[in-house]
């Protein structure tokens, strides 16, 4: 069922409610105006038959015949006394107004020898209750048929809305995007256009930032493969033939110890490198440090090596005391600081950096701070930022980038703790 049948149908259950209810209060009424009319009746009718005992005369049609809720009526020779009879709905209104009440009739034999009946008529104060029912039900039917019309006007002005809404839903949800609504109409209509186009143009804008990025994140991933397949063949790989050359001169100079010797310290020297290209290589790839220090000595070996490589100052200050982390979010709290320093040697033309890790209250805080040239943040933050801020929400924190130009840059974040 649509939603206007049921707005009709709750409208018209209010109105037969309301009708039947001034009908009951118009029903109690005639009640009590019933009871005085018809003793005032009552009083005619011992009046009309005590002057007639007296005079006959006196009953006149044409004074009698204008009574309200009395009737004289003549009666031919042996003719029965009997009250007017109803039918239909007015013999139920009758009934229902006049169940209890007194209907006095008199049959009177005058002195000229004919027979009258004065009765108690109530038929008039019938019509008159009748009357009454039939405006009010006429005035509820107009005021109901006027409120459907309304009703009816006004919601397939509002559902016309609707209609629109969902057929741009409809299309957003197929991948148009560049779907709007119009903005016009009533202040509601406008409001809801302009947040609907608001919602399009975000997702419209977040569209092409995800595929940007995606393009982004795959070439850079084409230039770790590559960096990685160079290493392995320009650096490692040499080293490694240079060991196995050397590994074989060894068979041809056994007997020239001086010359052993030396191939021997060369050996030695290709391996240490050879280590040493691989352990890089490992750093770069996991921080193997991770599993076998803590994270306080890890933030520290990763700020000497980042600050004997950049020759940048970097002061590093942890809290006592911090909370045993998971290994994920161990991870993602390092790779993050490891970020923001790559940035900051990349971008921020710092002499000072201050790094701060603390823990408050059910918070971990992490603070990273320059002195460099600083920049107006980005309405849309690059591969760096953005990877940070998805790091940050891993972690279920919030990460703020505060910048301003000649004032450096700040990195914070304010990590949940989960509660034992």
């Given at each position: 069922m649509s939603a206007l049948w049921r707005i009709n149908l709750w409208v018209c259950g209010f109105f037969v409610l309301v009708t039947l209810a001034c009908m009951g209060l118009l029903v109690h009424q005639a009640l009590a105006d019933v009871e005085r009319e018809l003793q005032s009746a009552e009083a005619v009718v011992e009046y009309l038959s005590e002057t007639a005992e007296r005079d006959p005369a006196?009953?006149?049609?044409?004074?009698?015949?204008?009574?309200?809720?009395?009737?004289?009526?003549?009666?031919?020779?042996?003719?029965?006394?009997?009250?007017?009879?109803?039918?239909?709905?007015?013999?139920?209104?009758?009934?229902?107004?006049?169940?209890?009440?007194?209907?006095?009739?008199?049959?009177?034999?005058?002195?000229?020898?004919?027979?009258?009946?004065?009765?108690?008529?109530?038929?008039?104060?019938?019509?008159?209750?009748?009357?009454?029912?039939?405006?009010?039900?006429?005035?509820?039917?107009?005021?109901l048929i006027l409120s459907l019309l309304?009703?009816?006007?006004?919601?397939?002005?509002?559902?016309?809305?609707?209609?629109?809404?969902?057929?741009?839903?409809?299309?957003?949800?197929?991948?148009?995007?560049?779907?709007?609504?119009?903005?016009?109409?009533?202040?509601?209509?406008r409001q809801l256009a302009a947040h609907f186009n608001r919602m399009t143009t975000a997702l419209e804008q977040s569209r092409a930032d995800n595929a940007h990025l995606t393009q982004t994140l795959l070439a850079v991933q084409e230039q770790e493969r590559t960096h990685l397949a160079q290493t392995l063949h320009d650096d490692l790989g040499q080293y490694l033939a240079g060991i196995r050359a050397q590994a074989c001169l060894l068979r041809l100079v056994t007997d020239q110890p001086?010359?052993?010797e030396r191939t021997v310290r060369e050996l030695e020297h290709n391996c240490e490198h050879l280590q040493q290209g691989f352990r890089a290589l490992v750093h770069d790839l996991y921080p193997v440090v991770l599993q076998h220090l803590p994270l306080a000595e890890?933030?520290?070996?990763?700020?000497?090596?980042?600050?004997?490589?950049?020759?940048?100052?970097?002061?590093?200050?942890i809290g006592a005391q911090l909370p045993p982390l998971s290994a994920p979010d161990k991870t993602q709290l390092y790779r993050l600081l490891q970020e923001a320093l790559t940035n900051v040697a990349r971008h921020a033309q710092a002499t000072r950096v201050r790094v701060r890790l603390q823990h408050r209250g059910a918070y971990?805080?992490?603070?990273?701070?320059?002195?460099?040239?600083?920049?107006?943040?980005?309405?849309?933050?690059?591969?760096?930022?953005?990877?940070?801020?998805?790091?940050?929400?891993?972690?279920?924190?919030e990460l703020r980038v505060i910048s301003h130009p000649g004032a450096g840059w700040a990195l914070a974040l304010s990590m949940p703790l989960e509660v034992s």
């Open positions: 006196s009953l006149q049609p044409r004074l009698t015949g204008s009574l309200r809720h009395v009737r004289v009526r003549w009666l031919e020779p042996g003719e029965a006394a009997r009250l007017p009879v109803q039918a239909g709905l007015d013999a139920w209104l009758g009934r229902l107004l006049f169940a209890e009440a007194r209907h006095s009739a008199r049959v009177l034999d005058l002195h000229d020898g004919r027979r009258v009946q004065i009765a108690v008529d109530p038929r008039d104060e019938i019509d008159e209750v009748w009357d009454s029912l039939q405006q009010l039900l006429g005035l509820c039917g107009l005021a309304t009703i009816r006007w006004a919601v397939r002005r509002g559902m016309g809305l609707l209609d629109e809404l969902l057929r741009a839903l409809q299309q957003v949800s197929g991948g148009q995007l560049k779907v709007r609504l119009r903005a016009e109409g009533m202040p509601e209509a001086v010359v052993m890890a933030f520290g070996l990763l700020v000497e090596q980042w600050q004997g490589r950049h020759g940048i100052d970097c002061q590093l200050r971990l805080h992490l603070l990273i701070r320059d002195n460099g040239r600083g920049a107006t943040q980005p309405q849309r933050p690059g591969v760096g930022l953005y990877s940070m801020y998805e790091r940050a929400r891993s972690v279920g924190g």
